[in-house]
């Protein structure tokens, strides 16, 4: 591996653990070493190793860059001191804990997996490296890039670590049940801490569910996230989700309303939850929080978006896409053909554009186009062939 954080009493040092001793003698696998000059991607008075044979024989160790260096220790060992094992993993005492690894940790083989002939459960290894699945990579039958999945591995803890210590939590926070309780709290129960004493029950607690109120140790509950919170809160009134001129989808039909009619609230309702005005029908009524789904950023994006081009249209009298002979347009499709004339009133999805440049006239579809000039507010034309235009349209 690149450079490592060690321990040094004098001339031992300890990695994750285990304690190296300094030795006079040719650097073997397994060994570390301590670089005494700087070399290319090596620090000077740095620790590198453990050292290890690549596929091919060769012993070497991964630099700072995480390259194979092996030449250092044929060529100059007089820039190294070697450091050899005197304490095994197996004389630390660890306890199995099963969660991703980090780098640097160790781990032991519980679970092989079918047709894997490099380790066998009991194996023990330091990760090197680490994706985001929580797959590991260690040095194992000569490579130092052995594939270990998440699912095959534990990760050993030493048992002189002290364990952290739970959370203080105060007046005010929300909690998550981690553990039944002696009462009617389950696993999974979002609470609020209402009061706080130095007794070994000490914090005083009120469900969201139903205000259920209960006593709690600090060991059954932890901080819950932002994200149970607002589940929880949105689970026991579910108009806390929305407010008045949020855009909302229809999940569960009700009276008028009918699965996916896109909504938008208007205003609070006595005997329902919300007024609400349809989208595509500008239709009012009623609705009840429950039947509700809010719309994603990008959903209510597209709406507004829709929205705001149709009130463009409107400004000019027609409807969107409403394209009329006469029209000034301008290609904005891949090939760029720049300005021109609309030919025809849009029929069937298409407009005839004359360009003004060598394109010549093409048929278009909407997506290629946009409107520069509307017919009836061009100045190149008479104004009796515009009314004329407009009168027969």
């Not at 994706?131 to 000569?142: F, L, Q, T």
């Not at 062939?385 to 027969?392: G, L, S, Y």
């Amino acid at each position: 591996m690149a450079k490592l954080n060690v321990v040094i009493p004098a001339v031992e040092v300890t990695v994750g653990g285990v304690t190296y001793r300094k030795v006079d003698r040719k650097a073997q696998a397994g060994d570390i070493v301590k670089a005494l000059k700087r070399d290319t991607d090596i620090a000077q008075d740095a620790f590198y190793g453990p050292l290890y044979k690549s596929s091919g024989g060769t012993l070497g160790f991964k630099d700072n860059v995480n390259d194979f260096r092996y030449s250092i220790l044929r060529n100059r060992p007089e820039n190294l001191e070697v450091y050899e094992k005197v304490t095994d993993s197996a004389a630390v005492e660890y306890r199995e804990v099963k969660r991703k690894a980090v780098v640097g940790e160790r781990i032991r083989i519980t679970n092989r997996v079918i047709g894997e002939d490099r380790y066998v459960d009991g194996d023990e290894f330091a990760v090197n490296s680490v994706d985001s699945d929580g797959d590991v990579r260690v040095n194992a039958a000569g490579s130092d890039r052995a594939l270990v999945l998440r699912r095959e591995y534990v990760v050993l803890k030493p048992v002189s670590a002290k364990p952290a210590e739970p959370e203080r939590l105060k007046v005010g926070d929300y909690a998550r049940y981690v553990r039944d309780g002696n009462n009617r709290m389950v696993t999974g129960d979002i609470v609020e801490i209402t009061e706080i004493d130095q007794s070994a029950v000490p914090y005083r607690v009120r469900r969201l569910s139903d205000n259920y109120v209960a006593w709690a140790p600090a060991n059954k509950i932890v901080r819950a996230t932002d994200e149970e919170v607002a589940k929880a809160v949105a689970a026991k009134d579910p108009r806390s989700q929305f407010a008045v001129g949020d855009y909302v989808k229809v999940a569960v039909e009700y009276c008028e309303h009918n699965v996916g009619d896109v909504l938008k609230i208007s205003a609070t309702a006595a005997q329902h939850d919300f007024y609400v005005t349809n989208v595509a029908t500008s239709r009012l009524g009623c609705i009840d929080a429950a039947k509700l789904v809010k719309l994603s950023a990008e959903e209510v994006a597209e709406i507004e978006r829709k929205q705001a081009e149709e009130s463009r249209w409107a400004a000019i009298g027609r409807k969107v896409n409403e394209y009329k002979r006469g029209d000034i347009v301008l290609c904005v499709g891949k090939a760029k053909a720049g300005l021109g004339e609309v030919q025809a009133d849009a029929n069937g999805g298409r407009v005839s554009v004359k360009y003004y440049s060598s394109f010549g006239t093409c048929s278009e579809t909407f997506g290629i186009i946009a409107l520069v000039s509307p017919v009836e507010q061009r100045f190149d034309r008479p104004v009796d062939d515009v009314t004329e235009e407009v009168d027969a349209a």
